[in-house]
């Protein structure tokens, strides 16, 4: 049952589990000097639970990415500075994931083109998906949050005990690719604004294509790998028949609440570390928005599983913005 905690498995952590099937609070680690035992214990954590939460770590901005370092190459925010833009933090490997506005340093106008796709943020999804490189872990920091009561959690899902609790009636081939693409998740989370926005045109930058069925190699278990990225399923290189009905089929399934499992944010230096392999995840519901800031940052690392590149060329290489910020009108929601 969640709640326990367990001392028995490791020698330099402590675990209580959140859920009956994923997800743990750990406690004991230094962060100020993580040794090899300890660390190698965290990957042993992150293998069976795929969400490991860490209270209260003290970490700033250069210790969050070194430590991210230890899991493997991150990746970067470069190719979406196009237009004079500049980084927000001294590291390009920081992802924002919060709601300043980098202008004013204020919370984001909620009718702004980056709040319309932030939106998407709120589907299930797993980062990095739309990328010829999957990621492996995703490590995100508060640094600032909004007062209680005012939401802002994060919410995760088993892909992999979804996976084993297909119904029979949903069969799905071991050879069924999905081809994920961050326009089409920016379009389902505010389809007025990104209107005009056509995930498959000719301009739109290609598709990324993943197997739907993964194996999560640090626990050797499948995993669904499915989302809000995910556009549609091909098999033989060819779109299946009833594609789209199947992808929403699928992500219901994996958003039901035996699954699911939502994580509080209680005060800045928390860290959670999920693994995009075997977990997706959304930004749960909150009355923040344009009002209080909530500042989070993420470090996103680089797969390094044989199947990280999927049917992609080790050669892909992006460049520029993923969803054209111009052509959309803005509306209100």
């Known amino acids: 049952m969640p709640g326990l905690i367990q ?12 859920h009956p099937t994923f997800a743990a609070e750990v406690s004991g680690v230094n962060f100020k000097d993580v040794s090899e035992e300890q660390f190698s214990e965290i990957l042993e954590a992150m293998a069976k639970y795929g ?16 430590f991210s370092k230890r899991f493997g190459a991150l990746d970067n925010i470069r190719r979406y500075m196009v237009g004079g833009r500049q980084p927000r933090y001294a590291h390009y490997e920081l992802f924002d994931a919060g709601n300043i506005d980098e202008a004013t340093g204020l919370p984001l106008d ?13 589907l299930w999804h797993a980062d990095s998906s739309f990328n010829p490189r999957r990621a492996s872990f995703s490590l995100l920091r508060a640094v600032e949050l909004p007062p209680p ?7 995760f899902a088993d892909a992999r005990a979804a996976l084993d609790g297909l119904p029979a009636d949903l069969l799905l081939r071991h050879d069924y690719v999905g081809a994920h693409s961050m326009a089409h998740s920016r379009k389902l989370g505010s389809p007025a604004f ?28 499948a995993a669904l790998y499915v989302g809000a990225h995910l556009h549609h399923i091909e098999e033989g290189g060819e779109e299946i028949p009833g594609s789209w009905e199947l992808v929403q089929r699928l992500n219901r399934h994996v ?28 930004a749960g519901p909150g009355t923040f928005a344009g009002k209080y800031k909530r500042d989070m940052r993420r470090t996103t690392v680089h797969d390094d599983s044989p199947t990280a590149w999927g049917l992609n060329s080790t050669d892909t290489q992006w460049s520029g913005p993923y969803v054209p910020v111009a052509q959309p009108k803005s509306v209100k929601a």
């Open 194 to 221: 990104f209107a005009d926005v056509d995930p498959a045109a000719a301009a739109a930058p290609p598709m990324q294509r993943h197997r739907v069925v993964q194996r999560h190699e640090p626990s050797g278990r």
């Open 51 to 66: 969400v490991c939460v860490f209270r209260d770590t003290g970490l700033d901005d250069d210790a969050h990415v070194e």
């Open 149 to 155: 009561g005012h939401g802002g959690d994060t919410e």
């Open 110 to 122: 909620p009718d702004s083109a980056r709040a319309h796709a932030n939106r998407g943020n709120g």
């Open 255 to 282: 958003a039901q609440p035996q699954y699911t499992t939502s994580v509080r944010w209680e005060r800045p230096g928390d860290l959670v570390i999920w693994d995009n392999r075997c977990v997706l995840h959304r």
């Open 7 to 18: 001392e028995s498995q490791f020698k330099t952590i402590t675990i209580r589990e959140l």
